[in-house]
């Protein structure tokens, strides 16, 4: 059976590492990275075009073909809200394929840290950086780590997974046993 792997958790706390080293070692796995889909976009730099409106309903139709075709997706995305989640959820059921929510999370204060310390790689890189700056910081970064509570609270199913920084192999692992099926 596919499976759709959201790993949920705020920014900057690993998901795009550890969903690449997912894809890379689970080949046919689709990394649905929707912060890489932006670039496909004419004027996905202007805020105003809201692109990241128009990519939700894309990467759910990407992540369906995927799973029709009985192959796994791991999508590295913080989603604050329940709806959203539930949305990628049925994508998954619809095409007869399992959803797992993994959390990744840290402290409040080192999750904001580990954004503002990492380095930029990519365009996108710096772009988020400057969209972060522009919409308060590390306030707003801590606004979006306090929506997580929230979040786990409605999908009591989510699986918390401590992400330490540095320690990419152990989140992995840490992540490769939450999907590991439990006999009763």
């Known amino acids: 059976m596919a499976t759709l792997i959201h790993l949920n958790g705020p920014p900057g706390i ?9 894809a890379d070692r ?7 990275d929707i912060d890489t889909l932006h670039r496909l976009v004419g004027g996905w730099q202007d805020e105003d075009n809201r692109t990241h409106d128009v990519l939700r309903p ?3 139709a ?3 073909t995927h799973l029709a075709g009985g192959r796994d997706v791991v999508l590295p995305q913080f989603l604050g809200r329940p709806d959203a989640i539930a949305a990628f959820e049925r994508t998954a059921t619809l095409n007869g394929a399992r959803f797992v929510e993994l959390v990744l999370l840290a402290g409040r204060a080192e999750s ?3 954004f503002e310390n990492r380095s930029d790689r990519s365009e996108w ?10 919409h308060g910081g590390a ?3 801590g606004e979006m780590y306090d929506t997580v509570p929230g979040v786990l609270a409605a999908r009591p199913d989510a699986v918390v997974v401590p992400s330490r920084s540095g320690a990419v192999e152990d989140t992995y ?5 939450a999907l590991t099926p439990r006999t009763p």
């Open 26 to 32: 689970h080949p046919g796995t689709l990394n649905l």
């Open 112 to 114: 904001i840290a580990r």
């Open 139 to 141: 306030a707003f970064l």
């Open 58 to 60: 894309v990467a759910l």
């Open 14 to 22: 690993g998901k795009s590492t550890l969903a690449a080293l997912w």
């Open 62 to 64: 990407m992540a369906a």
């Open 173 to 177: 692992a840490a992540i490769a046993a």
């Open 125 to 134: 890189d710096v772009h988020n950086r400057a969209l972060v700056a522009r």
